[in-house]
């Protein structure tokens, strides 16, 4: 008996995916791939670095904080990622189905080439037909296939009363085949098959160039997500504490709420006095003061001290699901938004069908037989089939996604793109919108420079986000940390320790200073030396943003949920109008009242009380920073603390629209020359391939352009 | 025209053999982490060998 076999009674295994932001090379694929494997409950890790996330199957006994914990000892910050949220429109196919589509088509054109040239270079006779069928043959199976995707979507389109550029193309696709087949059993000279493929490859490639654009957004989108899959320590009725996932969570459990961590359900505070920061929730930056039996809810942050919270609330029926409710509401008018190329199709497709009909009516009046008049329609069909609608416009969107995810903004589709290029007015939320929506140490200048060392010290030694943010600001000084021993965190005060045998404590500020303010203070022998005072600061490039967006032609204006004294030095400093202390129905009320001006409104907010506003805007932009409703409510991410992606968003997406345009110009360009040419009987399958091929061309390396246009 | 009866099968069953290539390729999820293939060839299979890194 081998080893092997004596393992073979393996327990179910669970795999689980994490998000793990700080893969950067090499060496941590192997550090991490190799590292999480020596914990005996985990079997296996695999790290995939496009998507930064590692999958990893481990043993039932291995709960949440132990993986995490794995994680950590590495020198890794994970965040579980639970279920996706499910795709709205399932009935798109999916990239692997288009890829293989594409595969299928690129073949099946290359071989029908081959023989064509040959039928073109003169064959003749026996061989010619030989060389028709063994096309059919090629094209039949390989239209049936790949073609499915255009015929599935003309056909919904049909059903529903409607037309989409999916129309002309399944009915020229089939059209073309179907007489070619007639041309081969009769003996003809002309077969479109090579055409038919030829069209289905351009266009399978723009549906599949879409789709992956879509899937890379989402990908990123869901790394970003940090609540989903979250959970709390539970404490049971006898005293002992396990970990529980959020969705597992019941009305009546008890949790415990470590200082910096988030509430993963709503309660009312049993044990415990601490302070709140709801900012995600309401925009409000000040702390909020939390007793026994106050209510507390899902998603804000516990900055002081440990408490125990009784659930009352947890899942959909937490606090968050009203607004929820409205943002489902407020979505509607986005998803009425028609893509440019549907848009263009709706007078397109009526024009193709129109021009196919008066050819064929043109050369029975003028006295060719039904077969010659069908087989020019074919041609005028084929020659107008909007190659460059389906190809120029998604190539260009994903050159223009592309180019703006190196510089860390996250598109979630195309049709953001396209909506983000109209807008005229910015509504910006204030907390983590135009600030950072974090603490940052704003009276570091006015503290003696020999405490630094001191101040960094302690600060490490917490996790409270006051030290984080110390830590943090410390740091980026090039501050090193002086040398402390006997460190002791007491929760609900802060960090003591000895320095040269010295009493040092940094903490929750004694007497007089403890207001409502942010702050941290130092003391050395139990006699105060700094005040360390804490304010949320504006992003690093706030100003010139705001100007960037104003020479773009977009007035913005503050919507904040705050009080108005703690958005007023905002709204002066930047030079903006502020609307104060907005419900998420107000914020919601305040876009309806701009857009039912005649503007085009781009929501630029973070919070769960944004998230309605977000899904209501023409387009919207959410930061890295967001809460998971905001991400998930916006079209595009922007990540890191400066606020000019906003801008070059919008300027990329303008630039987008206007290689579109071009493309769009192109493609009426080429077909007033083609169209006569067809009509006049002259478009052999030769002429349609080359003009179709090098109309493609024409507009996939337009649209190539867009990848300097930010430099 | 007995040349062509020959060559025609031998260039659509190599053709079909890429394709196949290719479908077994994206089956297999060769192409869901490019950038992660790019790396790994850096990578040190061995786990043991961890010190001998500089």
């Known amino acids: ?74 020198g890794f910050e994970a965040h579980p990622i639970g279920e996706g949220p499910k795709d709205v429109d ?27 040239v040959s039928v073109w270079s003169g064959a003749t006779g026996v061989t010619r037909d030989l060389f028709h069928w063994l096309s059919a043959l090629i094209a039949l199976p390989t239209i049936a296939y790949a073609g499915r995707p255009f015929f599935r979507s003309a056909w919904r389109a049909l059903r529903h009363g409607h037309t989409n550029m999916d129309v002309p193309i399944s009915i020229g696709v089939t059209l073309a085949t179907a007489l070619s087949i007639y041309e081969t059993a ?3 000279a002309h077969a479109y098959f090579d055409s038919a493929v030829m069209l289905l490859f351009f266009l399978l490639c723009g549906r599949w160039l879409d789709s992956v654009m ?17 959970g709390a320590m539970v404490v049971g009725a006898d005293g002992s504490t396990h970990w529980t996932d959020a969705t597992q969570l019941q009305p009546g459990m008890v949790m415990l709420v470590a200082a910096g961590e988030r509430l993963a359900a709503d309660g009312v505070i049993v044990q415990g006095r601490t302070r709140i920061d709801l900012s995600l929730l309401t925009g409000e930056s000040a702390p909020q003061d939390a007793d026994i039996d106050d209510p507390v809810h899902a998603g804000t942050l516990n900055i002081d001290a440990p408490v125990r919270v009784r659930v009352t609330a947890a899942g959909t029926d937490t606090a968050i699901a009203d607004i929820a409710r409205l943002m489902g509401e407020a979505s509607q008018g986005k998803s009425r938004y028609v893509r440019i190329a549907d848009r263009a199709a709706r007078l397109y497709a009526p024009a193709v069908h129109g021009l196919a009909i008066t050819a ?68 910006i939320d204030k907390t983590g919108t135009l600030t950072l929506g974090r603490p940052v140490a704003s009276n570091l200048a006015e503290i003696a420079r020999e405490h630094y060392p001191l101040l960094l010290a302690l600060a490490q030694m917490s996790r409270h986000p006051l030290s984080a ?43 007089h200073e403890a207001g409502s303010e942010l702050a941290s203070e130092l003391s050395i022998d139990g006699q105060p030396v700094a ?42 400093a930047l030079g903006l109008t502020a609307m104060t202390g907005l419900s998420p129905q107000d914020k919601l009320a305040a876009i309806g009242r701009t857009s039912g001006a005649g503007h085009k409104v781009l929501m630029i907010g973070d919070g769960l009380n944004d998230g309605p506003a977000l899904a209501a805007g023409h387009a919207s932009m959410a930061p890295g920073s967001a809460s998971d409703v905001g991400k998930n409510a916006s079209d595009c991410i922007f990540m890191g603390d400066r606020l000019m992606p906003v801008v070059d968003t919008i300027r990329m997406a303008k ?55 930010l430099k | 025209m007995n040349g062509l009866l020959l060559l025609i099968p031998i260039a659509l069953s190599l053709g079909l053999l890429g394709l196949g290539a290719f479908f077994w390729s994206v089956q297999g999820g060769q192409y869901d982490d490019m950038d992660g293939a790019a790396l790994r060839i850096l990578v040190d299979d061995d786990a043991g060998a961890d010190g001998a890194l500089p």
């Open chain 1, 186 to 188: 009769t003996h003809g």
């Open chain 1, 214 to 230: 879509r899937d890379r957004a989402r990908g990123g989108v869901t790394a970003l997500l940090r609540n989903m899959g979250t």
């Open chain 1, 469 to 511: 943010a110390l830590t943090r600001d410390l740091t980026a000084q090039g501050v090193h940390a002086a040398q402390i021993d006997e460190v002791q965190e007491t929760p609900g005060f802060g960090v003591a320790a000895l320095w040269n045998h010295r009493p040092v404590t940094l903490g929750r500020p004694q007497g």
């Open chain 1, 1 to 74: 008996m081998n080893v092997m076999t004596r393992l073979a009674p393996e327990p179910a295994l669970i795999e689980r995916d994490f998000a793990v932001p700080d893969i950067r090379c090499a060496g941590c694929i192997s550090k991490l791939e190799q590292g999480l494997v020596r914990d005996a409950r985990i079997r296996s890790a695999r790290v995939n670095f496009t998507e930064k996330r590692v999958h990893v199957a481990h043993t039932a006994d291995a709960d949440m904080p132990a993986l995490l914990g794995a994680f950590t000892s590495l």
């Open chain 1, 531 to 572: 005040l360390v005072r804490f304010a949320d600061a504006l992003r690093p490039d706030a100003v010139q943003a705001i100007g960037a967006l104003r020479a773009e032609g977009v007035d913005a204006m503050i919507l904040s949920g705050d009080r108005i004294e703690a958005v007023a030095p905002v709204a002066r």
């Open chain 1, 360 to 427: 064929f009516a043109g050369w029975m009046v003028a006295g060719a037989g039904w077969h010659e008049a069908l087989l020019i329609a074919v041609a005028v069909l084929i020659i107008t089939c909007p190659c460059a609608l389906g190809l120029a416009v998604p190539a260009a969107q994903i050159v223009a996604a592309g180019a703006l995810m190196k510089r860390g903004v996250l598109i979630k589709d195309g049709s953001a793109l396209e909506r983000m290029a109209e807008i005229d007015r910015a509504l």
């Open chain 1, 655 to 709: 630039r987008t629209q206007a290689i579109v345009r071009q493309n769009f110009a192109l493609a009426i360009g080429y077909n007033v020359v083609a169209v006569p040419l067809a009509f006049a009987g002259l478009v052999t399958p030769l002429v349609a391939a080359i003009a179709m091929s090098g109309s493609s061309l024409i507009v996939v390396g337009n649209a190539l352009r867009l990848k300097g246009a």
């Open chain 1, 90 to 116: 399932g009935e798109a196919a999916s990239s692997q189905e288009l890829v293989r589509a594409v595969a299928v088509s690129g073949f099946a054109m290359m071989n029908i080439m081959l023989l064509s």
